[in-house]
């Protein structure tokens, strides 16, 4: 199955700095948003932001995989939909570390609504943006 959000992101820290920006609940609180994750499967957590007129500020997320320092994957389920997120993390010849996301799972229903993946993925991109401020 086709991921319906695939990004890339590139960063010279290594990959225990990478791998920490993503399973560190302090350091996620920087670029995502607060909440209480562990690198553990099975360990059920949340993501916490501001909430708003069309949304509660809650994402109920299961870790699925943790391959440290290599591969993450854990369940995103907000506003009534569940779907997963999937880190990537690979060290490139030249020294840096390729980071990519996939997000699969959205309902039919979600991808008919126009914009909902495009929304995924500028608020992923914005998030990567800010994961690149932590690390630098």
């Not at 997320?61 to 389920?77: A, I, M, N, Q």
């Not at 229903?109 to 630098?136: C, D, F, H, P, S």
């Amino acid at each position: 199955m086709k991921p319906d959000v695939s990004l890339d992101f590139k960063f010279t820290s290594s990959i225990e700095q990478v791998w920490h920006a993503l399973t560190d609940s302090d350091t996620l609180a920087k670029w995502i948003w607060s909440n209480d994750f562990q690198p553990v499967v099975g360990h059920k957590f949340q993501f916490r932001a501001e909430p708003n007129e069309w949304w509660d500020g809650i994402v109920d997320c299961e870790v699925l995989v943790v391959e440290e320092p290599h591969k993450l994957s854990y369940t995103w389920t907000s506003a009534g939909e569940t779907t997963t997120v999937t880190w990537t993390l690979a060290e490139q010849s030249d020294g840096t570390i390729q980071l990519h996301l996939d997000q699969s799972g959205f309902s039919e229903e979600t991808k008919a609504r126009q914009g909902a993946i495009e929304g995924a993925k500028y608020a992923w991109t914005n998030m990567g943006a800010q994961l690149e401020k932590v690390l630098a």
